[in-house]
């Protein structure tokens, strides 16, 4: 049976209010019932407002159940708005005499001068997209003409992320129940390790393989991680559920947790072509780092062969009986350009290796980007056919590829 919402009506009235000792100001009256939220925007019912007064809606002493009668205006700051003032009641009874003061205490927190929307709007952008709080605090200078500090945006954003957080996981789940989204079987897992308040921290997550739903994930101290921890975060989140594949990365415990869990393993392909090409890049880092120390070798060559060059005094014909100094000169000059020519020799050798590895790897990457098993087998076949003519890297890479099919 679907509830009908009937929609809140505010009548918002304009007075003139005259302050003692100050001129008259046309204020808006505005009940304890209407957040200050609305205030930033009342301008635009009428531009010439000076400012905002709020009233008791229930003007009764809880006391002593008399109406107040009103004594004074002071200002106040709602959201550290300016211009804002509340009437301060008094009780007519002379036993009670106590003073009333207009409260928000529906919309703002004790100890707190900003409301409850105002401070979850920030953690709320931040979700949206990860703005610095610098540029936060511009955006609601901008909309609302409050200038919140840095610091201030930071804290609220500590007080109700959770908050925010736990209400958009239940709007999710509500919304899932209602498109009757069933679990496919197929799950993807992987955790994170993080310092949460220089703690540290792991967080464990699931995931459908197939609707792409994430399932509430589970965040423990680090030292508590182990094989036991993740069966029973799988238990508590998948029971009940259909359970036909894990996906995981290449980590030794997963085959003995899958194998608890009664639920077949497979590598993501991400890690699977991780762990085929680990050996042809740990040999393509290692051509980078001979081939920054070769480039540094000639760079420090070529400073000594300018300075020998500056020295040598070239001439025409062979060298005479008394140039020795001239002789040695120019053996050293010729002995550094061996160098130079050497090491780029082997700079370009390291350049041909990468380019051929890099041909190879990227026919590695298509047998897992294939779409039917035919076309990865194939690729895979053709690989084989050259094997002889393989780099060995490459070669045991088709190995472990040929393990998997098996």
Same mark, same amino acid.
């Given at each position: 049976?679907?509830?009908?919402?009937?929609?809140?009506?505010?009548?918002?009235?304009?007075?003139?209010?005259?302050?003692?000792?100050?001129?008259?100001?046309?204020?808006?009256?505005?009940?304890?019932?209407?957040?200050?939220?609305?205030?930033?925007?009342?301008?635009?019912?009428?531009?010439?407002?000076?400012?905002?007064?709020?009233?008791?809606?229930?003007?009764?002493?809880?006391?002593?159940?008399?109406?107040?009668?009103?004594?004074?205006?002071?200002?106040?700051?709602?959201?550290?708005?300016?211009?804002?003032?509340?009437?301060?009641?008094?009780?007519?009874?002379?036993?009670?005499?106590?003073?009333?003061?207009?409260?928000?205490?529906?919309?703002?927190?004790?100890?707190?001068?900003?409301?409850?929307?105002?401070?979850?709007?920030?953690?709320?952008?931040?979700?949206?997209?990860?703005?610095?709080?610098?540029?936060?605090?511009?955006?609601?200078?901008?909309?609302?003409?409050?200038?919140?500090?840095?610091?201030?945006?930071?804290?609220?954003?500590?007080?109700?992320?959770?908050?925010?957080?736990?209400?958009?996981?239940?709007?999710?789940?509500?919304?899932?129940?209602?498109?009757?989204?069933?679990?496919?079987?197929?799950?993807?897992?992987?955790?994170?390790?993080?310092?949460?308040?220089?703690?540290?921290?792991?967080?464990?997550?699931?995931?459908?393989?197939?609707?792409?739903?994430?399932?509430?994930?589970?965040?423990?101290? &680090?030292? $508590?991680?182990?094989?036991?921890?993740? %069966?029973?975060?799988?238990?508590? /989140? *998948?029971? @009940?559920?259909? !359970? =036909?594949?894990?996906?995981?990365?290449?980590?030794?415990?997963?085959?003995?947790?899958?194998?608890?869990?009664?639920?077949?393993?497979?590598?993501?392909?991400?890690?699977?072509?991780?762990?085929?090409?680990?050996?042809?890049?740990?040999?393509?880092?290692?051509?980078?780092?001979?081939?920054?120390?070769?480039?540094?070798?000639?760079?420090?060559?070529?400073?000594?062969?300018?300075?020998?060059?500056?020295?040598?005094?070239?001439?025409?014909?062979?060298?005479?009986?008394?140039?020795?100094?001239?002789?040695?000169?120019?053996?050293?000059? &010729?002995? $550094?350009?061996?160098?130079?020519?050497? %090491?780029?020799?082997?700079?370009? /050798? *390291?350049? @041909?290796?990468? !380019? =051929?590895?890099?041909?190879?790897?990227?026919?590695?990457?298509?047998?897992?980007?294939?779409?039917?098993?035919?076309?990865?087998?194939?690729?895979?076949?053709?690989?084989?056919?050259?094997?002889?003519?393989?780099?060995?890297?490459?070669?045991?890479?088709?190995?472990?590829?040929?393990?998997?099919?098996?």
């Amino acid at each position: 049976m679907s509830k009908k919402i009937t929609p809140t009506s505010i009548f918002i009235n304009f007075e003139v209010v005259k302050f003692f000792g100050e001129e008259e100001k046309l204020l808006v009256m505005l009940p304890d019932t209407v957040s200050p939220d609305v205030i930033p925007f009342l301008g635009f019912l009428n531009p010439d407002i000076d400012g905002v007064l709020y009233f008791k809606s229930n003007p009764i002493c809880p006391d002593c159940g008399l109406e107040l009668v009103e004594s004074t205006v002071e200002e106040f700051y709602p959201n550290k708005l300016e211009n804002v003032y509340r009437i301060v009641y008094r009780c007519p009874d002379k036993e009670c005499g106590k003073k009333h003061r207009v409260k928000l205490d529906k919309f703002i927190d004790d100890g707190s001068n900003y409301t409850s929307n105002m401070k979850q709007l920030g953690s709320r952008l931040q979700f949206i997209e990860n703005i610095v709080y610098r540029k936060m605090s511009e955006i609601f200078e901008a909309i609302f003409g409050i200038r919140i500090p840095k610091s201030t945006l930071y804290n609220h954003q500590d007080q109700t992320s959770d908050e925010i957080l736990t209400a958009v996981e239940k709007e999710i789940d509500a919304e899932v129940e209602k498109q009757e989204i069933e679990a496919s079987g197929n799950y993807n897992y992987d955790e994170q390790f993080m310092k949460v308040s220089k703690n540290k921290k792991a967080k464990l997550q699931l995931l459908d393989a197939n609707t792409k739903y994430a399932y509430p994930a589970m965040i423990i101290n &680090q030292d $508590k991680f182990d094989s036991d921890t993740i %069966l029973k975060y799988w238990n508590a /989140t *998948l029971s @009940n559920l259909p !359970k =036909e594949c894990m996906i995981t990365d290449g980590h030794t415990m997963y085959p003995s947790i899958c194998k608890e869990f009664e639920i077949e393993q497979a590598l993501c392909t991400f890690h699977a072509i991780h762990n085929v090409r680990d050996k042809p890049y740990k040999i393509i880092n290692r051509n980078n780092t001979k081939r920054k120390n070769k480039s540094k070798k000639i760079k420090t060559i070529n400073e000594d062969l300018t300075e020998l060059n500056n020295k040598y005094i070239p001439k025409c014909g062979r060298f005479g009986k008394n140039e020795t100094k001239r002789r040695k000169l120019y053996d050293k000059i &010729q002995s $550094k350009n061996r160098q130079i020519s050497t %090491l780029n020799q082997e700079i370009r /050798t *390291l350049n @041909n290796e990468d !380019k =051929e590895l890099d041909k190879y790897m990227d026919r590695i990457s298509l047998i897992f980007k294939s779409k039917t098993l035919k076309t990865s087998k194939n690729r895979l076949n053709r690989l084989k056919e050259d094997k002889n003519k393989l780099p060995d890297s490459i070669v045991d890479a088709i190995d472990k590829i040929d393990k998997k099919f098996d």
